[in-house]
């Protein structure tokens, strides 16, 4: 069965630092571009970054670029997310996705990601 399982997330204070694991299981991600998607209550799913599998080439949201970084090891079939100087703004549920496809031109939409994970809480508070 193929599933993205999140780990990671947690309590972190304003200007804290957190990274975000994303493991694969029952396909490999060596050809899915992987995609990272947070949502906070009472807002829709926003995509913050995504990283194709044939060149490691990136996408980033305005809104954490030049904090998150995407990485991903296919030897491990796993994907990470670095992310720093968080904000309370930055609290959400966060979800790992794979959308099929060794390199995509522009991030995917949300539509057409393939699998996702059941994600991980960050909650950035004081």
């Keep these: 069965q193929a599933q993205l ?4 997330g947690g309590l972190v204070q304003p200007g804290g630092s957190l990274s975000l694991s994303c ?3 029952g396909f490999t991600l ?3 571009a992987i995609g990272w998607f947070r949502q906070a209550p009472g807002k829709e799913r926003e995509g913050i970054a995504c990283i194709n599998s044939d060149d490691g080439s990136t996408f980033y949201a305005d809104s954490v670029k030049g904090r ?3 990485s991903r090891d296919n030897a491990k079939n ?3 997310l670095q992310m720093n100087s968080l904000n309370p703004e930055d609290t959400a549920m966060y979800y790992c996705a794979a ?6 031109y522009e991030s995917p ?3 057409e990601y393939d ?3 059941q994600g991980t809480q960050v909650t950035v508070s004081s």
Aim: proline fraction near 0%; hydrophobic fraction near 40%.
């Design 23 to 25: 493991a694969a299981s």
């Design 78 to 80: 796993t994907a990470s």
């Design 68 to 70: 998150f970084t995407i």
């Design 5 to 8: 399982v999140e780990s990671g």
């Design 109 to 111: 939409r949300i539509d």
């Design 115 to 117: 699998y996702w994970g």
């Design 30 to 32: 060596d050809f899915y």
């Design 99 to 104: 959308a099929y496809g060794n390199h995509w």
